[in-house]
């Protein structure tokens, strides 16, 4: 599966790095280097989307970091334990859903996806930091 033109353009219109790759039917997009908010032990980390058969009507879940992030004072973020293997890689994942109706079919993709993961992002960092 390629990714749909609306995800293509809004990365060639920001010049957001990523790479498109598929195992086991499955597209995955990894953005190398990944900047992570303040809070954090470490700037930035490759970071991974995978994205299931039927994407952008089955919206993306969850998200993976290789290396592993931390927060800045040593702590983990919550649901962020499981080690999975993907693309010869060991990531850590971070297991986030949507609630019912916060995707929207048609409306949704990339762009709204990272929107939310950056937000998870600043508020993990800002609960859990102190």
Same mark, same amino acid.
């Given at each position: 599966?390629?990714? +749909? !033109?609306?995800? &293509? #353009?809004?990365?060639?219109?920001?010049?957001?790095?990523?790479? *498109?790759?598929?195992?086991?039917?499955?597209?995955?997009?990894?953005?190398?280097?990944?900047?992570?908010?303040?809070?954090?032990?470490?700037?930035?980390?490759?970071?991974?989307?995978?994205?299931?058969?039927?994407?952008?009507?089955?919206?993306?879940?969850?998200?993976?970091?290789? +290396? !592993?992030?931390? &927060? #800045?004072?040593?702590?983990?973020?919550?649901?962020?334990?499981? *080690?999975?293997?993907?693309?010869?890689?060991?990531?850590?994942?971070?297991?986030?859903?949507?609630?019912?109706?916060?995707?929207?079919?048609?409306?949704?993709?990339?762009?709204?996806?990272?929107?939310?993961?950056?937000?998870?992002?600043?508020?993990?960092?800002?609960?859990?930091?102190?």
């Amino acid at each position: 599966m390629s990714l +749909p !033109a609306s995800d &293509l #353009a809004f990365l060639a219109e920001r010049g957001i790095a990523h790479q *498109v790759v598929t195992e086991a039917n499955v597209t995955s997009v990894i953005f190398p280097g990944y900047l992570l908010p303040s809070g954090y032990d470490r700037d930035t980390a490759d970071l991974l989307i995978r994205l299931m058969p039927g994407y952008p009507d089955v919206p993306p879940d969850m998200w993976w970091f290789d +290396p !592993a992030v931390r &927060l #800045a004072n040593g702590g983990a973020v919550q649901a962020t334990e499981s *080690v999975e293997q993907h693309h010869g890689r060991q990531w850590q994942r971070w297991s986030r859903h949507f609630t019912p109706g916060q995707w929207i079919s048609g409306v949704d993709g990339l762009e709204s996806f990272l929107a939310l993961l950056r937000a998870e992002l600043r508020r993990c960092a800002g609960a859990l930091a102190g």
